[in-house]
């Protein structure tokens, strides 16, 4: 994981500072940095959005693909997660360096969104137990700078949110061969519903605090932190413990509730952004990479 | 400005795939007319004075038609009178899509001057580009985009025009909705018919309409005479399923209610289903690819050998119950032991229809307009085709394109394509044999002379450098007389150790045509040159065949040589290559040489070379008899033709002299030396030549020809047949074993071009070698250049290029190369056959001593030998009744009332050239002796026609 050296009195000076509500950038403890998202970023993917948070940024593609149910659900589709640590973000991940990181990250997001719960697995079914949608969900980590989980979480809901999964039609002859067709007209697609896709909230144990969204500087100084992924409702559908030190119950169950807090404050901004950018349609002007 | 394309298209696998390509639309595309001055255009295509007489459109008009009429009605947009025709980027894709021939033609008129057709890039063009709308289906998005720049060249014009000439755009379309929408938008549209029917001074051009859907709703009869199609996604299902097989559909040449389908099996294995009767063609036309379902084994029946012609012109659509008849008769002679697997046509997968030659039969009916179209090929139904210049038509030879085959109709729709001349004039018998024969014969392109070589043409100092400089040898050429492309010549000297140097020459070509270039693509397409009788169609321009590559007498050439010592039994000790420049001291006919080798008083240089060649040439052909090659027999004819009238006056059979065999034996050890130097050397992609030993069953018919005479023929091995040929002798028939050798010779199977990659079978049967190729013939067979540049390669005296290497391409190279020959070689037979009835015309009857060369159901075939010529007797004709006919297959013997028939059976026919159907004359045979009654004829010294019942085929 990317990490920066912090000196002793810079640590002393940021746990003092989040001891009383005032973080280095000027943020209150439960504050996001400035988000911005872009979806529809890549061209060849079905759907794909770009996040960058605070100096963090993200680029998550989603390509449908046409693949075999898993035995034991034949009538649901399926998520495929890689995450690429490309050394562009930070020289650590070159050569092998980032895929301990990348390994861990898409197996907490297979845990996050893997699920019926999050998104209806059995719209992505094409014909029970032979053939199914397989959504490709590729993260590639542009650049670090913490709270990797909230950005990814929020690039891969707007990503999913722009994916448009081409129509087929299953037509089957009298023999019972079934063959799968394509409607010849891109605009005809088929779209998820995300808004019971979580988003995941990191909460860093700082001192005896705890902050939202930590920078690298304020990672460096805390020893656990809580990964909650929190629905629109507010229902909490993943916890999971990250760091070498401890958490004890108490500040574990406030850690939830503050998360289930951000979370939700999260959503409404989110899907009401997600929206607005839909409704501008062709007339958008992209930003893209260069903008 | 940057735009993107997407579509999603299923990918092999059956994965679904979305593809995204970047369409850049720019503002520097201009329209192309005379009459704008605001495009900065270099050149104009399309005319100021844009007129044709019409009387829907008066005014100066440029037409934009839309793809369905570029796709049908491609023949009238090919006429010289259409001109001034804008062709949309649009329209162009999407032809380009569903039909190579047409988009290929469309080009072709875009880069004609005269016709004025102007490619517009519509879809690159910052005011014509339209993306697809949400609900909008592509061809809606096509036709919109058609739309669109019509609009926008009718705007366009008008701005530009500053002298107000008026001039418009017309968009044609057949398409009601289009026309609607296009009319909504204020732009002037008809319907390519409409639009047609107007030009005034072209009334002609109507027949060139093919039918549209609209139209062949008028042909309608109750009755529907054809199962339905299967549409192609049940067909693939059921191949898949293995419910039908895909196969090429073959009709037969002699019976029209009888056709095979090819069907490719597995590697080489392939097989053949038999299909009878019309319901089962089901409206297969010869080429086509087919899907056939087959029947139950019960239901399958034999070949027929009858010889069934379609006598369209007498019966139509009504008169089914003889057709039925006819069935019927087939059905009944089935026999029970050589039933083959039979089947249904089902479906179509994919139509090969192309224009096809042949001649009008003119409709009894004086006012219609509707005729039967008799193609030349036989193979091919009758089609009808709607014209009101039957008259003229009449007696001319005609393309035809067909346009569909409605299940209710007997006989597939066309239309007319173009006249290529009066029947039976030898310039329009040419053409036609030419373009039935599929051979290139267009004069060469301007982009293919472009690699000719300037004149006056020398070799230059690095030539000379990098090449061994064998001027001083005595090379000479021996040909035929009158050739001029000359690319082999010979020489024999005696070295210093007492051994003999032997080198063959052969012309260079291969130092002119450079791989990829335009000329070289023009002859990898035509693969060979065609020699029919009187005219060559050149493989390279002449130039090169007659002048720069031929291996004329005292002039420097380049070549490439193939020298071997050998002692004086002929044993090869050293082989070597090079490329060389020579001095050729004489071009000598065969019979020059042969005089000069027999003359003992002569003794120059050159003729102690041929001397020495000659002797040589026998050991060798001695050795390579003694190894089993076969010597086969067909008759070869020769026409004396009129220097002035060139009709032929005298027809003889080529006579073979020593020299010829001299020659033949050095190319023949040249090839084999060459085919295992570029195996050696590249054994993956080496182009070679084999012929593979016929099946057993192939001899089937020689057996029984010669066991019928008491002879026994072995074909175990290519020794052992040419081992019993050798002996085959019936005392007081000295014409005998020519006969047997010329029906082994029907036996063998084709020698084919190959890759070496791809096949391990190399074995040439007739030559006995276990390796070969063609070499010695580079101005005249394309394989030869591809081998030359192998073995330049191999000497490292030329560098190589990819294609060369790969054995996909080589192997595809050699298909085109094998169906050239093939092709060549039966427009050659045909014109031969051409001749001779031009021969016989002159000559009126004549009568001949023949042999039965086979015995069918119902005709005996008779051999000529004195002219080379084959024919049929026929036993029964169509409208009296026949003599008792019975037919034993075993023998094979026709017993006609009293007499047996047998192979090789002396009778005395009358020739005579039977011109009662005009577009298939022919040779006709009648039989003189032995005399049947009510069979044979009189020795006529009258005219047999007239007592004769037409035996129309």
Same mark, same amino acid.
């Given at each position: 994981?990317?990490?920066?050296?912090?000196?002793?009195?810079?640590?002393?000076?940021?746990?003092?500072?989040? /001891?009383?509500?005032?973080?280095?950038?000027? /943020?209150?403890?439960?504050?996001?940095?400035?988000?911005?998202?872009?979806?529809?970023?890549?061209?060849?993917?079905?759907?794909?959005?770009?996040?960058?948070?605070?100096?963090?940024?993200?680029?998550?593609?989603?390509?449908?693909?046409?693949?075999?149910?898993?035995?034991?659900?034949?009538?649901?589709?399926?998520?495929?997660?890689?995450?690429?640590?490309?050394?562009?973000?930070?020289?650590?991940?070159?050569?092998?360096?980032?895929?301990?990181?990348?390994?861990?990250?898409?197996?907490?997001?297979?845990?996050?969104f893997?699920n019926k719960h999050s998104v209806d697995l059995?719209s992505?079914?094409?014909?029970?137990?032979?053939?199914?949608?397989?959504?490709?969900?590729?993260?590639?980590?542009?650049? @670090?700078?913490?709270?990797?989980?909230?950005?990814?979480s929020v690039?891969i809901k707007a990503?999913l949110f722009n994916t448009?999964?081409?129509?087929?039609?299953?037509?089957?002859?009298?023999?019972?061969?079934?063959?799968?067709?394509?409607?010849?007209?891109?605009?005809?697609?088929?779209r998820l519903n995300v808004e019971n896709v979580p988003c995941?909230?990191?909460?860093?144990?700082?001192?005896?605090?705890?902050?939202?969204?930590?920078?690298?500087?304020?990672?460096? @100084?805390?020893?656990?932190?809580?990964?909650?992924s929190v629905t629109h409702k507010g229902t909490?559908t993943?916890?999971?413990?990250?760091?070498?030190?401890?958490?004890?119950?108490?500040?574990?169950?406030?850690?939830?509730?503050?998360?289930?807090?951000?979370g939700k404050?999260l959503h409404a901004p989110l899907m009401k952004l997600l929206q607005?950018?839909e409704?501008?349609?062709?007339? /958008?002007?992209?930003?893209?990479?260069?903008? | 400005?940057?735009?993107?394309?997407?579509?999603?298209?299923?990918?092999?696998?059956?994965?679904?795939?979305?593809?995204?390509?970047?369409?850049?639309?720019?503002?520097?595309?201009?329209?192309?007319?005379?009459?704008?001055?605001?495009?900065?255009?270099?050149?104009?295509?399309?005319?100021?004075?844009?007129?044709?007489?019409?009387?829907?459109?008066?005014?100066?008009?440029?037409?934009?038609?839309?793809?369905?009429?570029?796709?049908?009605?491609?023949?009238?947009?090919?006429?010289?009178?259409?001109?001034?025709?804008?062709?949309?980027?649009? %329209?162009?894709?999407?032809?380009?899509?569903?039909?190579?021939?047409?988009?290929?033609?469309?080009?072709?008129?875009?880069?004609?001057?005269?016709?004025?057709?102007?490619?517009?890039?519509?879809?690159?063009?910052?005011?014509?580009?339209?993306?697809?709308?949400?609900?909008?289906?592509?061809?809606?998005?096509?036709?919109?985009?058609?739309?669109?720049?019509?609009?926008?060249?009718?705007?366009?014009?008008?701005?530009?025009?500053?002298?107000?000439?008026?001039?418009?755009?017309?968009?044609?379309?057949?398409?009601?909705?289009?026309?609607?929408?296009?009319?909504?938008?204020?732009?002037?549209?008809?319907?390519?018919?409409?639009?047609?029917?107007?030009?005034?001074?072209?009334?002609?051009?109507?027949?060139?309409?093919?039918?549209?859907?609209?139209?062949?709703?008028?042909?309608?009869?109750?009755?529907?005479?054809?199962?339905?199609?299967?549409?192609?996604?049940?067909?693939?299902?059921?191949?898949?399923?293995?419910?039908?097989?895909?196969?090429?559909?073959?009709?037969?040449?002699?019976?029209?209610?009888?056709?095979?389908?090819?069907?490719?099996?597995?590697?080489?294995?392939?097989?053949?289903?038999?299909?009878?009767?019309?319901?089962?063609?089901?409206?297969?036309?010869?080429?086509?690819?087919?899907?056939?379902?087959?029947?139950?084994?019960?239901?399958?029946?034999?070949?027929?050998?009858?010889?069934?012609?379609?006598?369209?012109?007498?019966?139509?659509?009504?008169?089914?119950?003889?057709?039925?008849?006819?069935?019927?008769?087939?059905?009944?002679?089935?026999?029970?032991?050589?039933?083959?697997?039979?089947?249904?046509?089902?479906?179509?997968?994919?139509?090969?229809?192309?224009?096809?030659?042949?001649?009008?039969?003119?409709?009894?009916?004086?006012?219609?307009?509707?005729?039967?179209?008799?193609?030349?090929?036989?193979?091919?139904?009758?089609?009808?085709?709607?014209?009101?210049?039957?008259?003229?038509?009449?007696?001319?030879?005609?393309?035809?394109?067909?346009?569909?085959?409605?299940?209710?109709?007997?006989?597939?729709?066309?239309?007319?394509?173009?006249?290529?001349?009066?029947?039976?004039?030898?310039?329009?018998?040419?053409?036609?044999?030419?373009?039935?024969?599929?051979?290139?014969?267009?004069?060469?392109?301007?982009?293919?002379?472009?690699?000719?070589?300037?004149?006056?043409?020398?070799?230059?100092?690095?030539?000379?450098?990098?090449?061994?400089?064998?001027?001083?040898?005595?090379?000479?050429?021996?040909?035929?007389?009158?050739?001029?492309?000359?690319?082999?010549?010979?020489?024999?000297?005696?070295?210093?150790?007492?051994?003999?140097?032997?080198?063959?020459?052969?012309?260079?070509?291969?130092?002119?045509?450079?791989?990829?270039?335009?000329?070289?693509?023009?002859?990898?397409?035509?693969?060979?040159?065609?020699?029919?009788?009187?005219?060559?169609?050149?493989?390279?321009?002449?130039?090169?065949?007659?002048?720069?590559?031929?291996?004329?007498?005292?002039?420097?050439?380049?070549?490439?040589?193939?020298?071997?010592?050998?002692?004086?039994?002929?044993?090869?000790?050293?082989?070597?290559?090079?490329?060389?420049?020579?001095?050729?001291?004489?071009?000598?006919?065969?019979?020059?040489?042969?005089?000069?080798?027999?003359?003992?008083?002569?003794?120059?240089?050159?003729?102690?070379?041929?001397?020495?060649?000659?002797?040589?040439?026998?050991?060798?052909?001695?050795?390579?008899?003694?190894?089993?090659?076969?010597?086969?027999?067909?008759?070869?004819?020769?026409?004396?033709?009129?220097?002035?009238?060139?009709?032929?006056?005298?027809?003889?059979?080529?006579?073979?002299?020593?020299?010829?065999?001299?020659?033949?034996?050095?190319?023949?050890?040249?090839?084999?030396?060459?085919?295992?130097?570029?195996?050696?050397?590249?054994?993956?992609?080496?182009?070679?030549?084999?012929?593979?030993?016929?099946?057993?069953?192939?001899?089937?018919?020689?057996?029984?020809?010669?066991?019928?005479?008491?002879?026994?023929?072995?074909?175990?091995?290519?020794?052992?047949?040419?081992?019993?040929?050798?002996?085959?002798?019936?005392?007081?028939?000295?014409?005998?074993?020519?006969?047997?050798?010329?029906?082994?010779?029907?036996?063998?199977?084709?020698?084919?071009?190959?890759?070496?990659?791809?096949?391990?079978?190399?074995?040439?049967?007739?030559?006995?070698?276990?390796?070969?190729?063609?070499?010695?013939?580079?101005?005249?067979?394309?394989?030869?250049?591809?081998?030359?540049?192998?073995?330049?390669?191999?000497?490292?005296?030329?560098?190589?290029?990819?294609?060369?290497?790969?054995?996909?391409?080589?192997?595809?190279?050699?298909?085109?190369?094998?169906?050239?020959?093939?092709?060549?070689?039966?427009?050659?037979?045909?014109?031969?056959?051409?001749?001779?009835?031009?021969?016989?015309?002159?000559?009126?009857?004549?009568?001949?001593?023949?042999?039965?060369?086979?015995?069918?159901?119902?005709?005996?075939?008779?051999?000529?030998?004195?002219?080379?010529?084959?024919?049929?007797?026929?036993?029964?004709?169509?409208?009296?009744?026949?003599?008792?006919?019975?037919?034993?297959?075993?023998?094979?013997?026709?017993?006609?009332?009293?007499?047996?028939?047998?192979?090789?059976?002396?009778?005395?026919?009358?020739?005579?050239?039977?011109?009662?159907?005009?577009?298939?004359?022919?040779?006709?045979?009648?039989?003189?002796?032995?005399?049947?009654?009510? %069979?044979?004829?009189?020795?006529?010294?009258?005219?047999?026609?007239?007592?004769?019942?037409?035996?129309?085929?």
């Amino acid at each position: 994981m990317a990490t920066v050296q912090v000196s002793e009195a810079e640590k002393v000076y940021i746990l003092h500072g989040i /001891r009383d509500d005032l973080r280095v950038d000027g /943020r209150g403890c439960e504050d996001y940095r400035h988000m911005e998202i872009e979806t529809d970023v890549v061209s060849n993917t079905d759907g794909s959005a770009k996040v960058t948070l605070g100096h963090t940024a993200v680029l998550v593609g989603v390509k449908a693909d046409i693949g075999k149910p898993r035995p034991m659900v034949p009538n649901e589709g399926y998520f495929e997660f890689f995450v690429d640590c490309s050394a562009n973000a930070t020289p650590e991940f070159e050569g092998r360096g980032g895929e301990e990181l990348g390994t861990e990250l898409s197996n907490t997001l297979y845990k996050v969104f893997n699920n019926k719960h999050s998104v209806d697995l059995k719209s992505l079914c094409i014909s029970a137990g032979e053939h199914c949608w397989v959504l490709y969900v590729d993260v590639l980590l542009l650049q @670090c700078d913490g709270n990797l989980y909230d950005a990814i979480s929020v690039a891969i809901k707007a990503a999913l949110f722009n994916t448009k999964i081409p129509r087929v039609h299953i037509s089957a002859d009298e023999e019972g061969v079934k063959e799968i067709e394509l409607s010849d007209d891109p605009y005809d697609c088929m779209r998820l519903n995300v808004e019971n896709v979580p988003c995941i909230v990191t909460l860093c144990k700082v001192g005896h605090r705890h902050v939202v969204d930590a920078t690298l500087q304020e990672k460096a @100084c805390s020893v656990a932190s809580l990964i909650i992924s929190v629905t629109h409702k507010g229902t909490v559908t993943c916890t999971r413990k990250v760091g070498g030190g401890s958490l004890d119950p108490e500040s574990i169950f406030e850690m939830t509730e503050a998360g289930k807090r951000v979370g939700k404050a999260l959503h409404a901004p989110l899907m009401k952004l997600l929206q607005q950018e839909e409704s501008l349609g062709k007339t /958008r002007q992209k930003v893209g990479f260069l903008g | 400005m940057l735009k993107s394309k997407t579509f999603v298209r299923k990918t092999r696998s059956g994965g679904v795939m979305k593809i995204v390509r970047e369409h850049y639309l720019r503002d520097d595309i201009w329209c192309g007319s005379e009459v704008c001055a605001e495009c900065k255009q270099e050149s104009t295509v399309l005319q100021r004075d844009a007129c044709i007489e019409s009387n829907l459109c008066s005014y100066p008009h440029y037409v934009i038609p839309d793809t369905n009429v570029v796709l049908h009605q491609i023949d009238v947009l090919e006429d010289p009178v259409i001109r001034n025709v804008i062709i949309l980027q649009t %329209v162009l894709q999407e032809v380009r899509h569903r039909s190579a021939p047409v988009y290929k033609r469309l080009k072709d008129m875009i880069h004609e001057k005269e016709k004025f057709f102007y490619a517009f890039t519509n879809e690159h063009h910052r005011e014509t580009f339209i993306e697809r709308e949400p609900g909008e289906s592509a061809n809606d998005r096509n036709d919109r985009a058609i739309r669109v720049a019509a609009q926008w060249y009718s705007q366009h014009l008008k701005t530009s025009e500053s002298d107000a000439d008026g001039l418009k755009v017309v968009l044609l379309t057949n398409d009601q909705g289009n026309k609607q929408k296009a009319e909504e938008s204020g732009l002037l549209v008809y319907k390519c018919e409409e639009y047609i029917k107007s030009l005034i001074g072209n009334p002609e051009l109507v027949d060139r309409l093919a039918l549209s859907n609209d139209d062949k709703h008028d042909i309608t009869s109750s009755k529907v005479l054809f199962p339905e199609h299967l549409p192609l996604s049940r067909i693939q299902a059921g191949i898949k399923s293995g419910a039908f097989v895909q196969g090429t559909f073959r009709a037969s040449r002699d019976n029209y209610l009888e056709a095979t389908v090819f069907v490719q099996g597995d590697g080489e294995e392939s097989t053949e289903i038999l299909i009878q009767g019309l319901q089962n063609l089901n409206r297969a036309v010869y080429q086509d690819v087919v899907a056939v379902q087959l029947l139950p084994q019960n239901q399958w029946v034999a070949p027929s050998s009858v010889v069934l012609q379609d006598e369209g012109a007498a019966k139509d659509d009504n008169e089914e119950e003889k057709e039925e008849d006819e069935e019927k008769a087939l059905r009944i002679s089935a026999a029970e032991a050589a039933r083959k697997p039979t089947g249904k046509v089902v479906g179509i997968i994919k139509r090969n229809w192309r224009p096809f030659c042949g001649m009008l039969n003119i409709s009894q009916i004086k006012e219609s307009t509707r005729h039967l179209f008799t193609p030349a090929d036989r193979r091919i139904p009758r089609i009808r085709i709607e014209t009101r210049q039957a008259s003229t038509l009449a007696g001319q030879r005609i393309m035809v394109a067909i346009d569909g085959w409605p299940k209710h109709s007997r006989y597939p729709n066309g239309h007319f394509v173009r006249s290529l001349g009066n029947a039976g004039e030898k310039d329009t018998e040419q053409e036609v044999l030419l373009l039935e024969h599929d051979v290139p014969h267009q004069d060469f392109s301007q982009a293919v002379l472009s690699f000719l070589p300037k004149m006056p043409w020398t070799i230059t100092p690095e030539d000379m450098a990098r090449r061994e400089d064998l001027r001083n040898l005595t090379v000479c050429s021996v040909d035929p007389p009158g050739c001029t492309d000359i690319d082999d010549a010979l020489h024999c000297r005696e070295l210093n150790n007492g051994n003999l140097e032997v080198g063959v020459h052969i012309a260079d070509v291969s130092h002119f045509i450079r791989p990829g270039n335009a000329m070289d693509r023009e002859a990898a397409n035509r693969g060979t040159t065609v020699y029919l009788c009187g005219k060559r169609i050149d493989m390279v321009p002449e130039l090169l065949s007659s002048n720069l590559c031929s291996l004329r007498s005292n002039v420097e050439r380049l070549a490439f040589s193939c020298i071997w010592e050998m002692n004086h039994e002929a044993e090869i000790l050293k082989t070597r290559f090079t490329k060389s420049v020579i001095n050729s001291k004489a071009s000598l006919t065969y019979a020059e040489a042969q005089m000069r080798i027999d003359d003992t008083t002569k003794n120059d240089d050159i003729t102690k070379s041929l001397r020495g060649l000659n002797k040589l040439a026998k050991i060798l052909k001695r050795q390579r008899i003694q190894k089993g090659a076969l010597t086969l027999s067909s008759l070869e004819v020769r026409f004396h033709i009129d220097s002035e009238t060139h009709d032929p006056i005298d027809l003889q059979t080529k006579e073979l002299m020593e020299t010829n065999s001299m020659v033949e034996e050095f190319m023949l050890l040249a090839n084999i030396s060459v085919a295992q130097k570029i195996y050696d050397e590249f054994p993956d992609c080496a182009m070679l030549r084999k012929h593979p030993a016929p099946p057993p069953s192939n001899y089937d018919i020689l057996l029984k020809a010669a066991k019928s005479k008491g002879v026994e023929i072995h074909t175990d091995t290519a020794k052992a047949l040419a081992d019993s040929l050798d002996v085959a002798r019936v005392d007081g028939f000295p014409y005998f074993n020519t006969l047997l050798r010329i029906l082994a010779t029907r036996c063998m199977m084709q020698a084919v071009y190959f890759c070496s990659g791809m096949d391990s079978d190399f074995h040439h049967y007739g030559l006995a070698s276990p390796i070969y190729t063609h070499f010695t013939s580079p101005i005249r067979r394309y394989a030869d250049i591809i081998v030359h540049r192998l073995l330049a390669v191999a000497i490292a005296a030329d560098s190589t290029y990819p294609d060369l290497m790969d054995k996909q391409k080589q192997s595809a190279l050699a298909n085109n190369l094998n169906y050239r020959h093939k092709m060549s070689q039966y427009a050659q037979r045909a014109s031969v056959a051409f001749h001779t009835q031009l021969f016989f015309k002159s000559r009126g009857i004549l009568n001949e001593e023949g042999f039965v060369l086979f015995v069918r159901k119902n005709a005996i075939i008779v051999l000529i030998p004195k002219f080379g010529l084959e024919g049929t007797v026929f036993f029964d004709a169509k409208d009296k009744a026949g003599p008792k006919l019975v037919f034993d297959e075993e023998g094979p013997t026709l017993n006609v009332e009293q007499h047996t028939f047998r192979i090789f059976d002396k009778v005395k026919v009358t020739i005579s050239l039977d011109a009662s159907n005009i577009q298939h004359q022919k040779i006709r045979m009648s039989l003189i002796d032995p005399v049947i009654p009510g %069979v044979s004829v009189p020795a006529p010294e009258v005219e047999p026609q007239a007592k004769k019942p037409k035996l129309d085929h």
